[in-house]
């Protein structure tokens, strides 16, 4: 995980990141939100509550808002390599989560200590080789019956591909297939695990998207996500 690269883009990340996705029709708090939506409804169905989140690789603190909506009850911390990045984050959500800072290796936390894992684009600025230490990482500081969720962007989408290919803070990135992805939190020990395609319909066609809930098995989602849980 590359601190520097992140120190020099967070006090610009919101205006870059809005201007790499404007040809999408959307801004980025729609990105943010559609995925912390879509967790709450995948823990609704498995009636689970979170008390204790972890936001890994949270930056500027994007989530917190849509965290505080729709698990008001949970605790949140927000855990980055970059200092700056959490500096911006504790200034724009000052007392409504806790900022560390991660050494890009151990987690700062005791085993069997959150509910939920969320990770919000992260590891494509990851080394493949260092995902399995990571995830395993994960799995030691999520209790048992608690879920792990990774959203990513999907290389198989032509247009995503562009976008991350033209984006000044994704210079660096190497986008992971899901069904690779899967195969990895399965080879760390996590259970259950199933992976879900997002984002089929673009902003300017947005009421065609109670459709998408039909689709999450084509591979051809701008994003995806995979989710597990811990035995």
Not at 111 to 118: R, Y
Not at 193 to 213: C, I, Q, S, T
Request: with cysteine.
């Amino acid at each position: 995980m590359q601190k520097a690269e992140f120190d020099k883009f967070a006090d610009e990340y919101y205006v870059l990141h809005q201007k790499n996705i404007r040809h999408s029709g959307e801004s980025p708090e729609f990105f943010a939100e559609y995925k912390i939506r879509d967790i709450f409804e995948l823990l609704m169905n498995q009636a689970q509550n979170p008390r204790r989140i972890l936001d890994f690789g949270a930056g500027i603190g994007t989530s917190v808002p849509h965290f505080l909506r729709f698990f008001p009850d949970a605790s949140l911390t927000c855990l980055d390599v970059s200092e700056k990045s959490l500096e911006v984050g504790r200034s724009r959500f000052t007392g409504l989560a806790d900022f560390q800072s991660f050494d890009g290796m151990r987690i700062p936390s005791p085993d069997n200590t959150f509910d939920l894992i969320f990770a919000a684009c992260v590891f494509h600025h990851i080394p493949h080789s260092a995902h399995s230490g990571l995830l395993q990482e994960w799995l030691r500081v999520i209790k048992p019956g608690g879920t792990a969720v990774i959203f990513e962007h999907n290389p198989l989408n032509p247009l995503t591909v562009h976008a991350v290919n033209t984006c000044p803070f994704d210079e660096n990135a190497k986008l992971i297939r899901g069904t690779l992805l899967r195969k990895e939190m399965q080879k760390a020990g996590f259970q259950s695990v199933g992976l879900r395609y997002r984002l089929f319909v673009p902003g300017a066609l947005r009421w065609l998207r109670p459709l998408e809930r039909w689709l999450h098995r084509c591979p051809l989602g701008a994003q995806y996500f995979v989710h597990a849980t811990k035995q």
